[in-house]
């Protein structure tokens, strides 16, 4: 992987015709100044991401990976650039704007689960459908649901402390497919957990995927990750190094592991 | 592939944010507790002068008269003794309510009719508001405005052209002092003077007969021995001489000298040997050990007070016609008298201010609270400062910064209630024990109860309205970051 061209071209889904791009980004730059010192975090990046993809985004810490995600994700703005969901300029959005597009149009899953500590499982998974309008009897039923779809419907009253890591995120998955989203943000989600509780989140990943048409993107250091994804990514320095179909690098796993 | 129109966010109902409000506080109350603990102390502190000062007020009020009871004898004998000050005639004057008893005195001492005397009450009143002006001055103004005089001597020095001269500029130099009427006014008061000290003259002069008409008729005897029988013969001379003395008063002038005389016998006694050792014997100590308070505390029972007249007439002693009754209840009295003085020294600040605690109390009070304020802020600042995380959460999730600030703002006013709460039941315990030991018995018959309510529901109140105040700042921040800025700095 060292010897990898810096100008290859980008590779794009086999069936690109009868897909639609739901995030693109241009020119994205995020540049932290602290004092006289600058840092960029991210350079120059330029990605589209289709409709119904699994993307993996790989890349050593520091790389900007967690940068990327926020952009992508409207957690944060960048520097320079432009970030488009669904045609949509981020940076044109109003607070209430950006608050609706965050509740309904993504859904995010992070590595230390960040589940609302005083809630139930079922708050947590009920928040952003308050937030969303919906009432709280048609929440409570579309929770339960959700939590029958990750297998944890029996513990919809246990507290985030009462429950494991990997139930934890399951809650969070749960949590963030709350109000349908059509993209699913994932940043390092098995990194906290073991083997096997890592496997039944992607298995519960690839499903919503596959079933759902949910775009995923999920930065991991998981090299199980590649063997469910459509493409994936590298970042390195703030700048994307490769983009590449999993068809394209699977002769090549060996060398990677 | 369904697609959403971007839309803005709905708001939440205030009843849905006040429910999640609260379930985050019923979690995070143990969590909490720092900032609940800095609560209730700083409300405690207020609580606990709201109360001593309202309860000294009480108790001020309801013992006024029996602190004035204490002081009858003593104030009899100045009366019969020496003529009243300028300053007193005048401020009696100024506050008489016609018919007014201390005019008819007035009027019969020094044979003013009493339409002169009504005649002269405005002066009068105007005089005791610039003698109060003058009073309240601090020492170096008022040497410089009117020079080392005092009291009414000030008006006299006024008068003369120099005096009057140094007063009006240096006044005019003050920025901060203000004449209570204007300075016209002022000094056509000053012009008239001599009409008011000629007439003060007259009652001084009236008075000073009185007192020597009656000390012709009591000769040598000293003034407390002859108002024994102010409700007899001196009495009527008292009255003759013209001081205003009825009878209901002359009856407990009568009873206070002879409780007096007995107070004294019996304070006697413990220098006579065998009383001292008989005593000494009976509670099994050293004669030498033996005090009086020690004896007044056991005849205060009525067994104990007719063994120890039992004693006094073993020793010979005139017991001064005590029975063992009269005794008990003299010792009783003293108690109370006691109880009284500490009342009256203890009170003596109460009145004026918030709630009318006094001003020293309203600022004592005031000064608190601003500290406190910020021990508040600090505790609510790193309660949501730890929270941020949280807070971007729940920006992830959707939520709008105006319900994250709602939702910080009702869980710190949560915390105030429940701080407030605590800290006013402390500080009313704190103080309520202080103030019973204090004034024990006199307490009861004057307990506040709904200023000490009102005290405490301001209390909680302020406890409220000072953690909301204070986590204003600092949630305003947490919910005007971008999500992931705020997990940042976590």
């Known amino acids: 992987m060292t010897d990898t061209p810096a100008h290859m071209p980008l590779s794009e889904p086999e069936d690109v015709v009868s897909r639609r791009v739901i995030i693109r980004a241009v020119g994205m730059q995020k540049v932290y100044q602290r004092g006289e010192e600058i840092t960029y975090a991210l350079r120059s990046i330029d990605v589209e991401v289709y409709t119904g993809e699994f993307i993996v985004v790989m890349g050593p810490s520091g790389s900007g990976k967690s940068t990327f995600f926020n952009m992508i994700g409207a957690l944060d703005s960048p520097s320079k650039g432009r970030v488009f969901i669904d045609e949509v300029d981020v940076a044109q959005l109003t607070a209430e704007e950006l608050a609706f597009l965050r509740c309904r149009k993504i859904g995010y899953i992070f590595q230390s689960y960040n589940l609302i500590q005083y809630m139930t499982a079922l708050e947590n998974v009920t928040t952003p459908m308050a937030f969303g309008g919906v009432m709280p009897d048609e929440a409570r039923k579309r929770g339960m649901d959700l939590l029958d779809l990750v297998g944890l419907s029996d513990r919809w009253f246990h507290r985030p402390i009462e429950m494991s890591g990997g139930q934890q995120q399951r809650v969070a998955i749960a949590r963030a497919l709350a109000n349908q989203p059509s993209i699913l943000l994932c940043d390092e989600p098995t990194a906290n957990l073991d083997h096997h509780t890592g496997d039944e989140i992607l298995a519960i990943l690839q499903r919503l995927n596959k079933e759902r048409g949910v775009t995923v993107i999920c930065a991991t250091h998981d090299h199980r990750m590649m063997n469910i994804c459509d493409r994936l990514m590298w970042i390195r320095d703030g700048n994307i190094e490769r983009i590449a179909r999993r068809d394209e690098v699977e002769v090549e796993v060996g060398s990677i592991e | ?490």
């Open chain 2, 1 to 490: 592939m369904k697609r959403i129109d971007v839309q803005n966010q709905p708001k939440l109902s205030s009843g849905r944010i006040f429910q999640i409000a609260v379930t985050g506080v019923k979690y995070r109350l143990f969590r909490a507790m720092v900032t609940v603990a800095v609560i209730v102390v700083a409300m405690a502190f207020l609580m606990n002068i709201l109360t001593e000062s309202l309860i000294k007020r009480a108790v001020a009020d309801s013992v006024r008269e029996q602190i004035e009871d204490l002081h009858r004898v003593d104030r009899w004998i100045a009366r019969l003794s020496i003529p009243q000050s300028a300053e007193d005639i005048l401020t009696q004057i100024a506050k008489a309510e016609w018919p007014s008893s201390y005019g008819e005195e007035i009027s019969a001492m020094s044979g003013m009719s009493m339409d002169a005397l009504k005649a002269m009450q405005p002066q009068a009143q105007e005089a005791v508001q610039y003698l109060r002006f003058f009073e309240n001055l601090d020492y170096g103004r008022l040497r410089v405005l009117v020079g080392p005089v005092e009291s009414t001597r000030i008006f006299e020095r006024l008068q003369t052209e120099r005096g009057w001269h140094q007063f009006s500029t240096s006044l005019a130099d003050m920025r901060t002092v203000r004449l209570p009427l204007p300075l016209e006014q002022f000094q056509a008061f000053i012009e008239g003077w001599d009409q008011l000290d000629a007439f003060i003259d007259v009652v001084r002069e009236g008075q000073t007969r009185a007192i020597e008409q009656v000390h012709e008729a009591i000769g040598d005897q000293p003034v407390v021995e002859a108002l024994q029988d102010a409700d007899g013969a001196f009495g009527q001379t008292i009255r003759a001489a013209g001081f205003a003395l009825d009878p209901e008063e002359a009856a407990s002038l009568v009873q206070e000298v002879r409780r007096m005389e007995q107070t004294l016998l019996i304070e006697g006694t413990i220098n006579i040997h065998g009383v001292r050792q008989a005593v000494a014997a009976e509670r099994d100590i050293l004669p030498g050990d033996v005090t009086m308070p020690m004896i007044w505390r056991m005849v205060r029972s009525r067994d104990r007070a007719e063994w120890f007249l039992g004693v006094l007439q073993e020793n010979q002693v005139d017991q001064g016609g005590l029975t063992p009754e009269t005794l008990t209840m003299i010792a009783r009295q003293r108690a109370h008298a006691r109880l009284l003085a500490v009342a009256e020294q203890q009170t003596m600040e109460a009145g004026g201010g918030l709630m009318n605690i006094g001003t020293r109390m309203t600022w004592l009070a005031f000064v608190s609270m601003l500290v406190c304020a910020v021990g508040i802020a600090n505790a609510m600042l790193m309660s949501v400062t730890e929270r941020f995380r949280e807070i971007a959460t729940l920006k992830c999730l959707g939520a709008l910064d105006a319900f994250i600030m709602t939702v910080f703002l009702i869980e710190a006013a949560l915390l105030g209630l429940v701080g407030g709460l605590g800290g006013a039941l402390a500080g009313f315990i704190l103080a309520g024990t202080r103030m019973a030991v204090t004034f024990r018995s006199l307490l009861w018959q004057a307990f506040p109860w709904n200023e000490i309510l009102v005290a405490g529901l301001l209390s909680i109140g302020v406890g409220m309205v000072l953690a909301a105040i204070s986590a204003v700042y600092p949630s305003f921040r947490a919910a005007r970051l971008a999500p992931m800025e705020a997990m940042r700095i976590e």
